[in-house]
């Protein structure tokens, strides 16, 4: 069995002792970018992959793309086997990932915590805002309290249960639709695998192969088309599941992939947009409306002039998201991307 430590694996890499400069760069740099943007999936630890999958390949796999991600710090010539160089490796990704689930949960609580004075705030206000008794007819005119909000009922779906996968990386990042059948719990997923790109104004889409010729009829296409169901609101996610299960092939359907693209990168390399709705993830815009449509956060235009719907979500919607990288089980459609899976 193979002994590992810090500072031995320090010293294996040729970064001098555990509390070096370049030793605390590259395990923050591993816990940072590796695992929480590059690779999410594998921040939940090894027994959770396995107990999911039953197997461990998603996370021996993920071992191997540490070795291509740090090619010079992990060259095979530095340990005396293979297995050494394996277990050294699976001693750092387990240690960053438990740091990087006890930062995930501190920033939550942060965020919670800053959260606090916004809604002591809104309390306030409503209170300020109270009509005097004398001056309404009746008790029953003054407000209580804020009114609840209003949870949003998941569709009545021929399957219910499928699983949503992020095409973003070569292993997509798949969780459960009851977990994200909600609009805002989507985009928090999506922020949850992608942080760094809190901010942007991003194109969500799902692409779905017309099969049933009713739906070729409504959406004037022929039938094998495929066609971008864009995601811009609860009502947009709410049709794009159902077009997608009215369409699928066989009798069962084991889920969507969702697409993805920075609109800014685009208009850089002068690119028209694929898809004509515009999502964006903004760390500052507020709640959304009954159907899932932002409030005072909706705003027109969008990249080259043209008219666009623009959903604005805020950075604190956070959600439970999964980062279990398996693909969703499916046949690949044909055509030059691919979005649909069942």
Known sequence: MV?????????????????????TAHTSDVKRKFLREDHPHLVAGKEAILEEDGTS??????????????PDLWQTEKFASRTERAAFANFLIVAQAKKARADIVAEERKAAEASKPKAKAASQRVRRGRKRPAESESESDLPSSAPPKKKTPMPTLTFPSFSVCLRDRPVPPVTEYEKVFEFPALVAWILLLKPTWAGKRVMCWVDVVIRNEDSAEMFGLEVDSKIPMR????????????????????????????????????????R?????????????????????????GTRAGGPKGKGKEIANV????????????????????????????H
Do not use: C, M
């Open 57 to 70: 390949a998603r996370w021996e796999q993920g071992i191997a793309e540490l070795y291509e991600a740090y």
């Open 231 to 270: 995601l811009y609101s609860q009502s947009s996610w709410d049709s794009a599941v159902r077009v997608a299960q009215g369409n699928r092939r066989g009798e069962s359907f084991s889920g969507l992939g969702l697409q993805i693209k920075d609109v800014d990168q685009l208009e850089i390399e002068q």
């Open 272 to 296: 028209e947009p694929e898809v004509e709705f515009v999502l964006s993830v903004e760390r500052s815009v507020g709640g959304l409306g009954e159907d899932g449509d932002s409030g005072e």
């Open 3 to 23: 002994s590992t430590s810090a500072s031995s694996l320090a010293k294996k890499l040729g970064l001098g002792t555990q509390n070096s400069r370049e030793y």
């Open 314 to 341: 805020g950075e604190d919607l956070v959600g439970e998201g999964s980062g279990s990288g398996g693909a969703v089980d499916g046949a690949q459609d044909e055509g030059p991307t691919r979005g649909e899976h």
